[in-house]
T-cell receptor
Framework: GQNIDQPTEMTATEGAIVQINCTYQ??????LFWYQQHAGEAPTFLSY????GLEEKGRFSSFLSRSKGYSYLLLKELQMKDSASYLC???????????FGKGTTLSVSS | NAGVTQTPKFQVLKTGQSMTLQCAQD?????MSWYRQDPGMGLRLIHY???????DQGEVPNGYNVSRSTTEDFPLRLLSAAPSQTSVYFC????????????FGEGSRLTVL
C-alpha cells in the first residue's frame, strides 16, 4: 500500500517552531519529499530524504525514519509567508512517480 | 527559462465534450506526470511517463488518456468530460537524477458543467 497520512491543519505564531508529521506504509516508498504550496500556486520543492536522519536547509529541516514509516518537516522562526500547505510525498519503489499525501495547511498568525 | 508550460490556464466544458490539456517542458526531463488537485484530496497522480513512447497509469487514470511522442510534450486528453473531472490539473517533470525534484507547471483550472 502507499497511504500517506498527515494532519489536515495546523496553526502557529510568528517566530515559533512547528513540526509537521507524515506517516506512510513502509513497504511503499523509496524516498520522501516535502513540497510547499501557497494558495492558488503550484507546489515547490522543499526537501528530500532517502536515508534515515535529518536534512537541514536554512529554516527548514526534514527527518526520515524508514523503519518506522515516519517523516517530519520542521519549520523554525516562523514567518507569515510560511502560511501555506505542506505536502508530503513518497517516491514509488520503481522511482518513476511521486505519490502525495493530502497536505497540511499551516496558518501562521502574528 | 520557460520550465513547464501548461495551456490553457482556465477552461469551461460541458458534460460530454472533449479537450486536451497541453504540457511542454524545455529542460530535457525524461519523467513527466499529470496530477489533479481537489479540495481535501491533495494531489492525485493521473498518468505518468518515463520517456518518449512510454506511459503508465497513476492513482486515478479513468477518463483520461495520455501520449508521449516527444521528450518535450505530454498532453492529457479528456475524451468525454464529466462534472467529476472539475479540478485543477498540474503537469510536472523531473530528470532521472536521484533527488527526484518535481518541477510543476502553473496549473490548469477545468470546470465541467
Amino acid at each position: 500500500g502507499q497511504n500517506i497520512d498527515q494532519p489536515t491543519e495546523m496553526t502557529a505564531t510568528e517566530g515559533a517552531i512547528v513540526q509537521i508529521n507524515c506517516t506512510y506504509q513502509t513497504s511503499g516508498f523509496n524516498g520522501l519529499f516535502w513540497y510547499q504550496q501557497h494558495a492558488g500556486e503550484a507546489p515547490t520543492f522543499l526537501s528530500y530524504n532517502v536515508l534515515d536522519g535529518l536534512e537541514e536547509k536554512g529554516r527548514f529541516s526534514s527527518f526520515l525514519s524508514r523503519s518506522k514509516g515516519y517523516s517530519y518537516l520542521l519549520l523554525k522562526e516562523l514567518q507569515m509567508k510560511d502560511s501555506a500547505s505542506y505536502l508530503c510525498a513518497g517516491r514509488n519503489q520503481a522511482g518513476t512517480a511521486l505519490i502525495f499525501g493530502k497536505g497540511t495547511t499551516l496558518s501562521v498568525s502574528s | 527559462n520557460a520550465g513547464v508550460t501548461q495551456t490553457p490556464k482556465f477552461q469551461v466544458l460541458k458534460t460530454g465534450q472533449s479537450m486536451t490539456l497541453q504540457c511542454a517542458q524545455d529542460m530535457n526531463h525524461e519523467y513527466m506526470s499529470w496530477y489533479r488537485q481537489d479540495p481535501g484530496m491533495g494531489l492525485r497522480l493521473i498518468h505518468y511517463s518515463v520517456g518518449a513512447g512510454i506511459t503508465d497509469q497513476g492513482e486515478v487514470p479513468n477518463g483520461y488518456n495520455v501520449s508521449r511522442s516527444t521528450t518535450e510534450d505530454f498532453p492529457l486528453r479528456l475524451l468525454s468530460a464529466a462534472p467529476s473531472q472539475t479540478s485543477v490539473y498540474f503537469c510536472a517533470s523531473r530528470d532521472r537524477g536521484n533527488t527526484g525534484e518535481l518541477f510543476f507547471g502553473e496549473g490548469s483550472r477545468l470546470t465541467v458543467l
